[in-house]
């Protein structure tokens, strides 16, 4: 069985957003067509406290894109972004959520940033997906939303790590391309066995499943 998990589409990944991804806003019309193909829709919600440790704004000295050393390795640090309750959290305003079933929310933990659905950033600490899927009967998964190269790309090496068949939908996504990261993030998907595939041809496959 197949679902669709809508990453982190929300205000603040989205032009005039805090940390804006190019044409993020841009995908949300074809995701929501997406969504009307699949049986089973996910998302995922990325959701800091104010004081949260990826945000530039907690360390002196430190600015937006820098990268400092974490407990669990080397972390971006980024301009104060969805943060709990507040506009730039919720979801684009034109994303029709009335069909998803489950919302992760990640990122609440204060020392510890999250960008797959999976895991913590740690690597360790799991949200539960994986348990859900598994007992949902769920085997594929078709990933969209932002940004492809950081929780695009965390949630589908980590899908693969946890078994799961993992298309990423490519038109469906747009990505923060920071030092060429776009590029590397296709390459490791593709040596992980993620299968890239179109709005399209998800559409085709995902709706029979
Ligand atoms: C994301 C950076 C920080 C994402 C979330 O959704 O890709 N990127 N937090
Ligand atoms: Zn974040």
Not at 4 to 32: H, K, R, S, T
Not at 161 to 183: M, P
Request: hydrophobic share 35%; with cysteine.
């Amino acid at each position: 069985m197949s679902a669709l998990l809508i990453v982190d589409l929300q205000n603040d990944f989205c032009p005039g957003g805090a940390l804006p991804v190019p044409e993020g806003d841009e995908i949300v019309p074809l995701i929501n067509r997406l969504a009307d193909g699949f049986d089973h829709v996910l998302q995922t919600q990325d959701w800091h406290p104010a004081n949260h440790q990826s945000f530039a704004s907690q360390h002196e000295g430190k600015s937006p894109y820098d990268t400092i050393e974490m407990a669990y390795g080397t972390q971006v640090l980024w301009p104060d972004h969805c943060v709990q309750g507040t506009e730039g959290a919720d979801f684009h305003p034109g994303l029709d959520t009335t069909q998803s079933e489950l919302i992760i929310r990640k990122g609440f933990r204060p020392e510890i940033d999250s960008y797959s659905a999976f895991f913590e950033n740690d690597g360790t600490t799991p949200t539960g997906l994986t348990g859900y899927l598994k007992e949902r009967d769920i085997d594929e998964l078709f990933v969209c939303g932002l940004a492809t190269d950081f929780c695009v790309k965390w949630s589908a090496l980590d899908g693969r790590k946890q078994g799961f068949d993992v298309f990423v939908v490519e038109d469906a996504t747009r990505g923060i391309n920071q030092d060429g990261s776009l590029a590397q993030a296709w390459d490791e998907m593709n040596e992980a066995g993620v299968q890239v595939i179109s709005s399209e041809a998800a559409l085709d496959v995902g709706a029979v499943a």
